[in-house]
Nanobody, 117 residues
């Protein structure tokens, strides 16, 4: 079993910042990819940023230059620094984990990020 627990969401004004954290526990393999997806009301879940254990990183075009993903492999924790937030960034942000030899994709319950004045 794998558990992912997110924290750090909240309400912020346009131009503000937040930092999300996600801690993984359970049966975690050393070769894995952790990251963040988001889903706004009425929209499909979309990739925000993911990073493999060796540092390979992918960002959505809409967040490049504003969001930064990082991870602590010893703690199986992934972070997302969100800067210059805009109302269109409002969504539920989900942590994800995929790993070698595990056919399942694992998801956290999500944390709400609301950008509003």
């Amino acid at each position: 079993q794998v558990q992912l627990v997110e924290s750090g969401g909240g309400l912020v004004q346009p131009g503000g910042s937040l930092r999300l954290s996600c801690a993984a526990s359970g049966r975690i393999f050393s070769t894995n990819t952790m990251g963040w997806y988001r889903q706004a009301p009425g929209s499909q879940r979309e990739l925000v940023a993911v990073q493999s254990n060796d540092g390979a990183t992918t960002y959505a075009d809409s967040v490049k230059g504003r969001f930064t993903i990082s991870r602590d492999n010893r703690k199986f924790t992934v972070y997302l620094q969100l800067n210059s937030l805009q109302p269109e960034d409002t969504a539920v942000y989900y942590c994800s984990l995929t790993q070698v030899s595990d056919p399942n994709s694992h998801w956290g319950r999500g944390t709400q990020v609301t950008v509003s004045s």
